[in-house]
């Protein structure tokens, strides 16, 4: 792999932009992938977006608000100039649509912001920065500097994944808050109306749920820093997050599906540089105890694989790496 720079990235694009191109994105897509994913879509006119298996409900409600439901596919085309992968650095984390995207089938493109695996030895390009909160930040700035033009659907598309990222905007730079403030003018909308339509666009029940997961979890004093982690009924980012709200320091939870196993960790910013931790360096490890691959960045990471009934046994391992550097770094 090759890594490229955001001139060199909008170059690239705009060279295949009358070019056959899939744009996909991770496993179990979120809003920042399949946001990203979809917004870039509207600079290709013979592009389609192809999800590696299912996306998830907060996506789906995305799709659904915006009147695109039905619009990502699960069948990559025939043909295919272009391959760009989004919101992932790595063909691991694309699972079985990773073995159809053989190096022969298409140039192959990667747009992430999360800490980089290991190199693959494939032929390939890659723009990697995490000084971007999310995937779709990049996006942004690239369709800007490209001139595409950006409706409100596509800024709609944008403000999801910066913001679904962004940890209640703790993970947020200067450029977080001036790429909001300048979408949520395009969209014609105010801060307060997206906050509210993502809240309502939960089930109540959803809702319901995430307190009872949150109140059975375990929590502990790591010195002056509080640890808060369990098993989750459903969504393991949605608890991870709400621990962090409720003003953990820091919360690992995980899921023991029907067939797969998946586990989020957060961290309140910015004690990834106090602790010297990164969460996504953590979950790449994490994700091999549960036979998946894991990332992010680092205060927000999460692992996924076929392992299930590794859940728990993989969720606590992470809590030990994650008490241990509290405590490494209380005694220095």
């Known amino acids: 792999m090759r890594a490229i720079d955001l001139d060199e990235l909008c170059s690239t694009l705009k060279a295949n932009k009358d070019k056959r191109v899939v744009l996909t994105f991770h496993t179990i897509g979120d809003r920042d992938a399949v946001g990203s994913a979809m917004a870039l879509s509207e600079f290709f006119p013979k592009s389609s977006v192809v999800t590696p298996d299912f996306i998830t409900s907060n996506a789906k409600r995305m799709l659904s608000y915006l009147g695109l439901q039905g619009s990502i596919s699960t069948k990559l085309p025939e043909s295919v100039d272009l391959v760009i992968v989004l919101d992932a650095n790595n063909t691991f984390a694309l699972g079985r649509i990773a073995e159809r995207l053989a190096p022969s089938l298409a140039k192959m493109v990667f747009i992430d912001h999360h800490a980089l695996h290991k190199e693959e030895n494939i032929e390939a390009s890659v723009f990697n920065d995490e000084t971007y909160n999310s995937t779709s930040s990049i996006v942004y700035e690239a369709m800007k500097r490209l001139g595409a033009p950006i409706g409100k659907n596509t800024a709609v598309l944008m403000l999801n994944g910066i913001i679904a990222d962004s940890a209640g905007m703790q993970n947020s730079s200067p450029l977080t808050f001036k790429q909001v403030a300048e979408l949520l003018e395009i969209a014609k909308i105010n801060f307060s109306f997206f906050s509210e339509y993502v809240h309502e666009s939960i089930p109540v029940s959803n809702r319901q749920q995430v307190i009872r997961d949150i109140s059975s979890a375990k929590s502990e004093e790591v010195g002056k820093y509080l640890l808060v982690y369990g098993k989750a009924s459903e969504h393991a980012n949605v608890v991870a997050d709400a621990a962090l709200k409720l003003e953990a320091d820091a919360s690992v939870f995980w899921v023991e599906g029907s067939t797969e196993a998946s586990i989020s960790a957060r961290l309140r910013p910015p004690l990834d540089k106090k602790l010297s931790m990164h969460l996504g360096l ?43 550097m509290m405590e490494a770094a209380q005694k220095q």
């Open 282 to 324: 953590i979950m790449e490890d994490i994700g091999h105890l549960i036979g998946g691959n894991g990332g992010g960045h680092a205060c927000a990471a999460g692992a996924y694989g076929m392992k299930r009934e590794a859940a728990q046994l993989a969720g606590e391992e992470a809590v030990k790496r994650i008490r241990k």
